[in-house]
């Protein structure tokens, strides 16, 4: 009867035992109401919110390559020479067109004196008609006892000859003239046309170099690639080389992945912590942003969206154009609400789901989410203060 009945209490031991033991192995939480932030990283760099540019001049035509550039973050004064750009090229078009417009200039005196020697030989082979057509009319005569009748014809016939050749030889003369000034008009206007590429050369020359339009600090531009402009580099009309900044107010100019920009807006609070001061940080507000992302580097296929944080104060010694920074952008502050970790939370055909302990086993229990961050997301029904969920998956509940 003992055996038996410890054989019993063994047995029921076994099986509470087998019972507890899921629920002790699972990691749980306790649900809680706490405040919930949202923040989304940026990284991006300090520039001054009033700056004026410096940029190859507007007068200059056609690609040129940069020669020289002030180094970065160089104080300058008014009239400075900041920038020059590489003359060999337009001298190099400047001396072909000279070239092309002194021969044709040659061909031209040769054309008018050419022109000259046709309008001569013409004149002349009209003055020997003139005076042979005198002669003719000077003795003909119709007297049959002079001369024959066939001689007759033949001198009527000779008359009307040079009457006829007098006629072409006056219209040569004017043809000659007309498509004489024609052909010159043509040549002058080719003339001009290398006198104004001419011109456009040597005035390109004036503006080999770029001076600062007021004192400051000139620190380079960017490029759309986010580069700073090199000797060598190709820069064309109205192109930013540089600026001189107003570093009274800076702002912060950020980047941020178009994956992780939904539901960022203007008006947003942000927290900016430059690279080379990490203690020190700096709030602002968002002020900007493009409606459309779009890649950082040439041929990435990474997109971002480009921010303004207007910064809240400016620190001069250490706030310079240029300067790397990080940023997060508070997305999200909410107090006292319900948020557990995403691990917890199962998702199936639209519907989400956490195991939630019911005295010693786990059920499912359907909630509604709401906002969601890079690793907590919030509760807006489903939970309460108080529950016991488990970190990960649970077999076998019901």
């Known amino acids: 009867m003992k055996l038996r009945l410890g054989i019993l209490m063994m047995c029921a031991a076994i099986l509470t035992a087998c019972n507890e033991a899921p629920t002790q192995s699972i990691l749980t939480m306790t649900v809680e109401r706490q405040d ?71 061909d031209r005196q040769l054309r008018s004196e050419q022109d000259s020697t046709q309008a001569l030989n013409l004149g002349l082979d009209r003055q020997l008609s003139e005076q042979e057509l005198d002669l003719a009319e000077r003795f003909f005569s119709e007297d049959e006892r002079v001369y024959t009748k066939i001689d007759i014809i033949d001198l009527m016939r000779n008359k009307d000859y040079l009457h006829a050749q007098q006629s072409y ?37 004036q503006n080999m170099e770029i001076i600062a339009p007021h004192d400051g600090i000139f620190v380079h ?80 296929p990474v997109n971002y969206f480009e921010l303004t944080i207007s910064l809240d104060n400016t620190d001069e010694e250490i706030m310079l154009p240029g300067r790397a920074l990080i940023a997060s952008i508070e997305q999200v502050d909410l107090a006292q609400t319900i948020a557990i970790p995403n691990q917890a939370i199962f998702q199936r055909d639209g519907v989400s789901w956490v195991y939630k302990q019911q005295q010693d086993q786990f059920i499912k229990q359907e909630i509604v989410t709401g906002l969601r961050s890079l690793n907590r997301t919030q509760i807006v029904d489903g939970l309460v203060a108080g529950d016991v969920i488990a970190l990960s998956q649970v077999a076998g509940s019901h």
Not at 171 to 199: F, P, R, V
Not at 221 to 240: E, K
């Open 36 to 106: 919930f932030q949202v923040s989304v990283p940026a990284e991006g760099r300090l520039e001054a919110s009033q700056s004026t540019f410096v940029s190859v001049p507007s007068s200059l035509r056609g690609p040129q390559s940069l020669a020289w550039i002030l180094p970065n973050y160089t104080q300058v004064k008014a009239g400075d020479v900041v920038a020059k750009l590489d003359p060999s090229r337009e001298s190099f078009y400047l001396i072909r067109e000279q070239f092309d417009f002194d021969k044709l200039d040659v």
């Open 169 to 205: 030889l006056d219209w040569g003369l004017s043809q000659h003239s007309k498509q004489a000034n024609a052909e010159q008009s043509l040549l002058q206007l080719k003339q001009k046309g290398y006198q104004a590429k001419m011109g456009r050369y040597r005035a390109n020359l």
């Open 221 to 300: 531009a960017r490029t759309w690639n986010d580069q700073l402009p090199q000797v060598g580099d190709m820069v064309w009309s109205g192109m930013a080389l540089g600026q001189l900044p107003d570093t009274r107010v800076m702002q912060a100019k950020v980047y941020v992945l178009e994956s992780e920009a939904a539901g960022l807006g203007l008006g947003q609070r942000a927290q900016v912590t430059l690279d080379a001061y990490g203690d020190r940080s700096f709030s602002g507000t968002v002020s900007q942003m493009d409606s459309l992302a779009k890649p950082k580097e040439r041929n990435s």
